[in-house]
């Protein structure tokens, strides 16, 4: 029965990938220039539980050190130089959108994009220190991608820009079981939690505003069914599946000799 059971998955399989479309994009045909406008890139919004990585630079070491968390360390005859921490400089964006900042205390950074929360930050630091450089970093941006995929993960994404093509790409790509024209991209955002599906097939997808992902956004690969075939070991399954390859069988021997 074991044996019947491996034929019929194995026939399922390649009739099922005769079929399939693998190719992404392929509707784009062979030798022809496509071109669409690069979609709007929607720079991420600071949001509640964000992990900030914060620096001020000025001419003052000793202003420095009020925003930076480290010691003042001699070196010899030249001025004073402050060596920051960077495990202290990641502050936590609050659940209303806080974040404790030293000397400051509380600013609310929430919905601001990150050059919104640089001139903010600089605003209110230059009360303390002449013409201050703030720089602002997400350390937490990830993506994470699951399901019919080499690698699933989750990846921190230090450019805090990425498309669902390059997280794919992370991840390993797909299967040969990975539906690519039904990927899900679930998104969180102002309280709401979307699901979007994207046809890799199309090349319309080069256009859709769920291209590029944003932080915290989960990709999901649907497998096909012959990959749950395939996981399935319930016996009752073998019995099913052996039992009509062998009606199948009987009858193809009856049309052939009726034929004959």
């Not at 509707?27 to 620096?55: A, H, K, N, W």
């Not at 994470?144 to 690698?151: F, L, M, S, Y």
């Not at 990846?155 to 820009?161: A, D, L, S």
């Amino acid at each position: 029965m074991k044996k019947l059971f491996t034929l019929t998955l194995l026939s399922l399989t390649l009739f099922s990938c005769a079929k399939r479309n693998l190719v992404y994009f392929s509707d784009i045909e062979t030798y022809e220039d496509y071109s669409v406008p690069v979609g709007q890139f929607t720079e991420p919004r600071i949001q509640p539980d964000d992990l900030l990585s914060i620096t001020v630079t000025s001419l003052n070491p000793e202003s420095n050190m009020l925003f930076n968390v480290g010691v003042l360390m001699p070196s010899g005859d030249r001025a004073n130089t402050v060596v920051s921490s960077p495990v202290n400089e990641n502050y936590l964006v609050d659940k209303d959108g806080f974040i404790n900042y030293p000397v400051i205390g509380k600013i609310s950074l929430n919905r601001l994009t990150k050059q919104e929360a640089v001139d903010k930050m600089a605003g209110l630091v230059s009360e303390y220190v002449k013409d201050p450089i703030v720089n602002i970093r997400f350390t937490n941006f990830k993506v994470t991608v699951i399901g019919e995929v080499q690698k699933p993960a989750s990846f921190v994404i230090p450019t805090e820009k990425i498309t669902v093509l390059e997280a794919l790409g992370m991840a390993g790509d797909m299967t040969a079981y990975g539906k690519r024209e039904n990927v899900m991209v679930i998104r969180e955002k102002d309280g709401m939690r979307t699901a979007a599906r994207l046809n890799l097939n199309d090349k319309a997808v080069l256009a859709s505003p769920y291209y590029y992902l944003q932080q915290n956004d989960v990709v999901y690969v649907e497998p096909y069914k012959t990959k749950a075939i395939q996981a399935d070991t319930n016996p009752r399954t073998f019995a099913i599946i052996s039992s009509a390859l062998s009606l199948a069988v009987v009858i193809f021997v009856n049309l052939r000799w009726a034929i004959q």
